[in-house]
């Protein structure tokens, strides 16, 4: 069942950098938003096998990660760090999630929280 979901949401992601490479965010954003939906029934963290975790996690956690950089760049700035946050809570270091919710964090104040995420971004990924 998990692998239909993954495919599913795979062929969302694929359609909506589509169309984020056409320019049109909100279209984009909609569609990694159906891809992440795909597993708003999933309760995986609590039963899946480490296996059906890492293949859940393979599908979506890029989704969240490409829905936080639409929501950032359409100036939805809470949006982005709720979603940057999904995949950091899965993969601490991740550069890319951690410098999109600093800036989001930026963005809407929250200075510490920002200067924290961009700091051990840095770190990670010196050269990005």
């Known amino acids: 069942e998990q692998r239909a ?5 795979r062929a969302l992601k694929e359609q ?8 049109d965010l909100v279209r ?18 609590e039963f899946a096998s480490e296996e059906e975790r890492a293949l859940v996690n393979e599908s979506k956690l890029p989704l969240h990660l490409n829905l936080a950089v639409c ?3 359409l ?14 809570q899965h993969e601490p270091h991740n550069a890319k999630a951690l410098y999109m919710r600093g800036a989001s964090r930026t963005a809407l104040g929250d200075i510490d929280g920002a200067l924290a995420d961009l700091e051990l971004a840095g770190e990670l990924a010196p050269t990005d």
């Open 75 to 88: 100036g939805n700035h809470a949006h982005a760090a709720a979603h940057a946050s999904q995949v950091i």
């Open 16 to 23: 909506g950098n589509a169309v984020y490479r056409q320019g």
């Open 5 to 9: 979901r993954c495919e599913e949401a």
């Open 71 to 73: 929501s950032f760049r």
């Open 28 to 45: 984009a954003a909609r569609l990694y938003e159906q891809g992440v939906f795909k597993f708003a029934d999933w309760y995986g963290d």
